[in-house]
């Protein structure tokens, strides 16, 4: 339909708002859009494959330039100066659907994952698990945290939070070993037994990683009234 064939008032109508809007709309366009695709977004979390590092409700802090520099809107690289690294929690679209995700890196191109008994297995090398402080768990649902066993993983010195809930029937708790290739990488959720990951959708190609999480903003409790968790905002993500 041509703006011309409409009745005056309505193209009136339409022409106050472009000018009353205009300079947003522009603004959203060509300022934000390409920003949050190639610089900064944020991330909210509505489920609990990270728990206990990301819980549901968090809002994370994405930094797109942690690896690369992308054409906005695209898979595209202007540049690259670094490589998502084991320990990494980074935001992804999935292969399986395109679902944004944010999971951890476990395993880089060349490394043989494997999971026995939920232990975590690198190039044949068991990972080392020590307590976890109870700082680390805070604000994850009680109920939750009653039934669940937890500890402090070494992912090749990146030591991070991980979490098992034994008896649920959820990703398997023994995997592999595979093999990941160049160019893909191997991502879990740290709630081991409650997280699709590489376990389901398999390897990862590395145009698909978009960023690195880093840091909690803001977080509120979706299951007890969008209550806010104040002691996390502004978490470091480890």
């Known amino acids: 339909m041509k703006l011309r064939s409409l009745p005056v008032p309505v193209r009136l109508f339409l022409k106050r708002q472009w000018t009353e809007w205009r300079s947003t709309v522009l603004f959203v366009v060509f300022v934000l859009t390409p920003v949050k695709s190639s610089f900064a977004d944020m991330n909210w979390v509505p489920t609990g494959s990270m728990n206990p590092t990301i819980l549901e409700g968090d809002l994370v802090y994405v930094d797109k330039l942690a690896y690369d520099l992308r054409v906005p809107l695209t898979y595209q690289r202007i540049a690259r100066w670094k490589e998502p690294a084991k320990g990494d929690i980074v935001v992804l679209f999935s292969p399986k659907d395109d679902t944004r995700l944010v999971k951890r890196v476990v395993g880089t191109p060349g490394d043989v994952v494997e999971l026995r008994n939920r232990r975590l297995f690198l190039n044949g090398k068991p990972m080392d698990y020590d307590s976890l402080p109870a700082a680390e768990s805070a604000g994850l649902n009680p109920a939750l945290a009653s039934r669940s066993v937890m500890a402090e993983e070494d992912?090749?010195?990146?030591?991070?939070?991980?979490?098992?809930?034994?008896?649920?029937?959820?990703?398997?708790?023994?995997?592999?070993?595979?093999?990941?290739?160049?160019?893909?990488?191997?991502?879990?959720?740290?709630?081991?037994?409650?997280?699709?990951?590489?376990?389901?959708?398999?390897?990862?190609?590395?145009?698909?990683?978009?960023?690195?999480?880093?840091?909690?903003?803001?977080?509120f409790d979706i299951l007890d009234k969008y209550q806010p968790r104040g002691s996390r905002f502004g978490k470091h993500l480890r």
């Open 155 to 219: 992912l090749a010195g990146a030591e991070h939070a991980v979490m098992a809930i034994p008896g649920f029937q959820g990703a398997p708790t023994s995997f592999g070993p595979v093999t990941v290739p160049a160019g893909h990488y191997f991502l879990m959720g740290d709630n081991r037994d409650n997280s699709a990951d590489s376990r389901d959708f398999g390897m990862v190609e590395r145009k698909r990683i978009v960023g690195k999480a880093t840091t909690v903003l803001a977080s």
